[in-house]
T-cell receptor, first 113, second 113 residues
Framework: DAEITQSPRHKITETGRQVTLACHQT?????MFWYRQDLGHGLRLIHY???????NKGEVSDGYSVSRSNTEDLPLTLESAASSQTSVYFC????????????FGPGTRLTVL | AQSVTQLDSHVSVSEGTPVLLRCNYS??????LFWYVQHPNKGLQLLLK??????LVKGINGFEAEFKKSETSFHLTKPSAHMSDAAEYFC???????????FGPGTRLSVLP
């Protein structure tokens, strides 16, 4: 069965370190998304991609970057982790078109000390 | 721009009683609409989606929602709540371009024994 996976599931890091969160989907979806979820803020879009070599900034992109070298993967990098980036991160993928729902990964809980 | 309002941040019901979670959207056209559920420490799972085929949409776990264009609403209902329904529920609409998604703030459903 097709799926979307995230790794690691939990990560503790220190302020200033570079961190990369992995997202891998086997749906063959062109569209992929990264969100963060914090109490009181719901889900906020960080970055998204509509296909290989395409990346776009979302509403909370500062301090984050993504790259898309193939259809299956969209890794999220925190260039220099900050305590404000402590959050739960969700990756999602979707087919093209407004009738296609998103499929979500299980999430990565990141703690920046 | 598309937007979604979930009128209740928290709804509490007794087991066996009906559930109503409210969602209103703003759109200049009849969009597709989605309801997702998120159980504690889990990713988001699609409950149901409206894609203009039928105004009453049935989803998983006995949930259903009715699209009412005149009221710009897409309320989620279930005739009889179960303890396992306790979760966060999100109403979602595609953005104007149909490629990204606009999330409501979520409604937390508590089910009392």
């Amino acid at each position: 069965d097709a799926e979307i996976t995230q790794s690691p599931r939990h990560k503790i890091t220190e302020t200033g370190r570079q961190v990369t969160l992995a997202c891998h989907q086997t749906w063959n979806h062109n569209n992929m998304f990264w969100y963060r979820q914090d109490l009181g803020h719901g889900l906020r879009l960080i970055h998204y991609s509509y296909g290989v070599h395409d990346t776009n900034k979302g509403e909370v992109s500062d301090g984050y970057s993504v790259s898309r070298s193939n259809t299956e993967d969209l890794p999220l990098t925190l260039e220099s982790a900050a305590s404000s980036q402590t959050s739960v991160y969700f990756c999602a993928s979707a087919g093209q078109g407004s009738y296609n729902e998103q499929f979500f990964g299980p999430g990565t809980r990141l703690t920046v000390l | 721009a598309q937007s979604v309002t979930q009128l209740d941040s928290h709804v509490s019901v007794s087991e066996g009683t009906p559930v109503l979670l409210r969602c209103n959207y703003s759109s200049s056209y009849s969009p597709s609409l989605f309801w997702y559920v998120q159980h504690p420490n889990k990713g988001l799972q699609l409950l149901l989606k409206y894609t203009s085929a039928a105004t009453l949409v049935k989803g998983i776990n006995g949930f259903e929602a009715e699209f009412k264009k005149s009221e710009t609403s897409f309320h989620l209902t279930k005739p009889s709540a179960h303890m396992s329904d306790a979760a966060e529920y999100f109403c979602v609409v595609p953005d104007n371009y149909g490629q990204n998604f606009v999330f409501g703030p979520g409604t937390r459903l508590s089910v009392l024994p």
